[in-house]
């Protein structure tokens, strides 16, 4: 069983910054592969980035690219998301996620367990 508690979002205006973390709990937690997805009102669950359980592999959604970088410390059983040059229509819940073993997926149907999420409004 993992927990999973996101922190960090927040307001920011568009072009600012914010760093996204997600706690695990449990003694597996480097057993996890775990990823980031979003939800905007009324739009379907998108992936956003993904990481293996080393942390030797990312990938990154097309749509955050160059602005977004996902990484993690197994140490402090924790995954960051950081988000530069927001822009408005970065506004979502943003949710962590993990799945059992080493390599990361994109399908949201592939992750064992979610966090409750976060909210992120970026203002034009």
């Known amino acids: 069983q993992v927990q999973l508690v996101e922190s960090g979002g927040g307001l920011v205006q568009a072009g600012g910054s914010l760093r996204l973390s997600c706690a695990a709990s449990g003694r597996t937690f480097s057993s996890y592969a775990m990823g980031w997805f979003r939800q905007a009102p009324g739009k379907e669950r998108e992936f956003v980035a993904a990481i293996a359980w080393s942390g030797g592999s990312t990938y990154h959604a097309d749509s955050v690219k160059g602005r977004f970088t996902i990484s993690r410390d197994n140490a402090k059983n924790t995954v960051y998301l950081q988000m530069n040059s927001l822009k408005p229509e970065d506004t979502a819940v943003y949710y962590c996620?993990?799945?059992?073993?080493?390599?990361?997926?994109?399908?949201?149907?592939?992750?064992?367990?979610w966090g409750q999420g976060t909210q992120v409004t970026v203002s034009s």
């Open positions: 996620a993990a799945k059992y073993g080493p390599n990361w997926r994109s399908k949201a149907g592939e992750y064992d367990y």
